[in-house]
């Protein structure tokens, strides 16, 4: 399983912010937010949500198939 988490950069203080399937993290440009691509396995469906850089907050973006967050490059 692939999670998302965030580390101080003295490697310190991890933190898993996603708990199932979940890659390609965005930051906001603002730095406040992350998006994020999560398979829905029910029916092998990319989605995107977006959370707070504390983990919370999860929010679902969209629904449909194949999106990446607008900000999200590769």
Do not use: C, F, Q
Not at 56 to 67: A, D, Q, V, Y
Request: proline letters at 7%; zero cysteines.
């Amino acid at each position: 399983m692939r999670h998302i988490y965030m580390i101080n950069a003295d490697g310190t203080n991890e933190t898993r912010l996603t708990k199932v399937h979940d890659e390609y993290p965005a930051w906001s440009p603002d730095g406040k937010r992350i998006a994020y691509v999560s398979n829905n396995y029910k029916n092998d469906n990319y989605i995107i949500y977006l959370i707070n850089s504390d983990g919370i907050n999860k929010r679902l973006l969209t629904t449909n198939p194949g999106t990446m967050p607008s900000w999200w490059m590769p």
